[in-house]
């Protein structure tokens, strides 16, 4: 599914800017790739933990064409700047214009890789709001449209790879893989299912005439969340080290039961049992979630989601005045299944789950509501659930919208 959500427009306008900075756009081919938003086992991924997500129908969006020299271009819809690389030292300098990207170019070089040159436009239909999410889909949909331009012999392991590396020398331990997975496999009308440990991924249907997921935004900004979140990263990393002083040879809280937890709390700091006792119970959940969708019991999924919001916000300490307003008037509305925090991101914001017949209420009631509350409009999405990165030639967009 590309329709919809303005990524038509946005593609017409990427073709615009293309043409007028490299005269033409035959030959070029165009590459989509879908945002993603984990639903449950958040900040379980550096314990190899288990996630629930799904991709959305916000999209990045890259038109590209080979080159016959060795000028890398890069260039964003809506701006009028144009990044000049070359394939001899594509990330210089290193703090300057599409500073994620230019390392995937790197590595690229480093691994003998990048061997001509390209043209490319950039644009994104992804909010914000939806933080690593957008990251991943930014990074993952550029990696594909340099592969499939330049004819790249790496395949889909190896490009999800790279794309983990580079996330690594730029965000640290937080990048999170399941989101790699997710906008790279992920399935219209599908959630997607990862265990970090095994590399295990499928996709499981949910009733997307049924239910539909709604995006709130406040608007309000966090400060630094990368850093809030790698924070969490090294007390879960303490917790670890406490705990195998009782329990030999676990690698990660992957490891440890809830029950031997709750034995062993007075064992470590009340801070560092609560970050450790979020992580166990998150990673438990994204199990059980697996259970309720097979049975199609999206009420217990739904109630799922909001002992996961209410022991981020609480256990993990990453809740704010903004999102738990967002989430407790949700939760007033009929037809909601469950709400919780998008985590990680830059401003305020949740998700939904709901009826998909209660959607124009729901998004009535949440804008009073926060408008009574916060004097100021609340930004609402209502998102699909998409494929994953998908390659559409210019010629197949022509077709598709004549």
């Given at each position: 599914m590309i329709s919809g959500n303005g990524c038509n427009q946005s593609i017409i306008q990427?073709?615009?800017?293309?043409?007028?900075?490299?005269?033409?756009?035959?030959?070029?081919?165009?590459?989509?790739?879908?945002?993603?938003?984990?639903?449950?086992?958040?900040?379980?991924?550096?314990?190899?933990?288990?996630?629930?997500?799904?991709?959305?129908?916000?999209?990045w969006i890259f038109l590209i064409r080979k080159r016959k020299d060795s000028e890398i271009n890069l260039a964003s819809a809506g701006s009028d700047t144009l990044t000049k690389l070359s394939i001899e030292n594509p990330n210089h300098p290193e703090d300057g214009n599409f500073r994620i990207l230019r390392g995937l170019l790197a590595l690229l070089k480093e691994e003998d890789l990048l061997r001509t040159g390209f043209d490319c436009v950039i644009t994104t239909t992804v909010p914000e709001c939806v933080g690593l999410g957008s990251s991943a889909a930014q990074q993952v949909g550029f990696l594909n449209a340099v592969r499939n331009a330049l004819s790249l012999n790496i395949d889909d392991e190896k490009l999800l790879t790279l794309v983990r590396r580079n996330e690594l020398n730029i965000l640290g331990k937080i990048s999170n893989t399941a989101h790699h997975y997710t906008v790279q496999f992920g399935r219209e009308k599908k959630l997607f299912f990862m265990d970090i440990r095994t590399k295990e991924h499928k996709t499981i249907s949910l009733d997307t005439e049924e239910c539909?997921?709604?995006?709130?935004?406040?608007?309000?900004?966090?400060?630094?969340?990368?850093?809030?979140?790698?924070?969490?990263?090294?007390?879960?990393?303490?917790?670890?080290?406490?705990?195998?002083?009782?329990?030999?040879?676990?690698?990660?809280?992957?490891?440890?039961?809830?029950?031997?937890?709750?034995?062993?709390?007075?064992?470590?700091?009340?801070?560092?049992?609560?970050?450790v006792l979020y992580n166990v119970k998150e990673r438990i959940r994204a199990h059980e979630a697996m259970k309720y969708l097979r049975k199609k019991m999206i009420d217990e999924l739904g109630k799922l989601l909001v002992e996961s919001h209410n022991n981020?916000?609480?256990?993990?300490?990453?809740?704010?005045?903004?999102?738990?307003?967002?989430?407790?008037?949700?939760?007033?509305?009929d037809g909601v299944y469950g709400s919780k925090l998008i985590s990680c991101s830059p401003s305020a914001s949740t998700f939904t789950?709901?009826?998909?017949?209660?959607?124009?209420?729901?998004?009535?009631?949440?804008?009073?509501?926060?408008?009574?509350?916060?004097?100021?409009?609340?930004?609402?999405?209502?998102?699909?659930?998409?494929?994953?990165?998908?390659?559409?030639?210019?010629?197949?967009?022509?077709?598709?919208?004549?």
């Open positions: 990427a073709k615009k800017l293309f043409i007028s900075l490299f005269g033409d756009a035959s030959g070029s081919l165009l590459e989509i790739c879908p945002a993603s938003i984990i639903l449950l086992g958040d900040h379980t991924h550096y314990n190899d933990g288990i996630l629930l997500s799904a991709c959305i129908d916000k999209f539909s997921l709604v995006i709130c935004d406040s608007g309000e900004r966090i400060i630094e969340p990368q850093k809030i979140c790698a924070e969490r990263i090294e007390e879960c990393e303490v917790g670890v080290k406490g705990l195998r002083l009782y329990l030999w040879g676990i690698r990660n809280l992957r490891d440890i039961e809830l029950e031997f937890l709750h034995k062993h709390f007075h064992m470590l700091p009340g801070r560092i049992f609560s970050r981020l916000s609480g256990e993990y300490d990453l809740g704010n005045e903004y999102s738990n307003f967002l989430v407790g008037e949700s939760l007033k509305i789950l709901l009826k998909s017949s209660e959607v124009d209420i729901f998004r009535e009631k949440m804008n009073n509501a926060f408008k009574e509350k916060y004097n100021r409009e609340l930004k609402i999405h209502v998102v699909n659930l998409a494929n994953g990165v998908k390659k559409i030639t210019a010629k197949e967009f022509e077709l598709r919208n004549q």
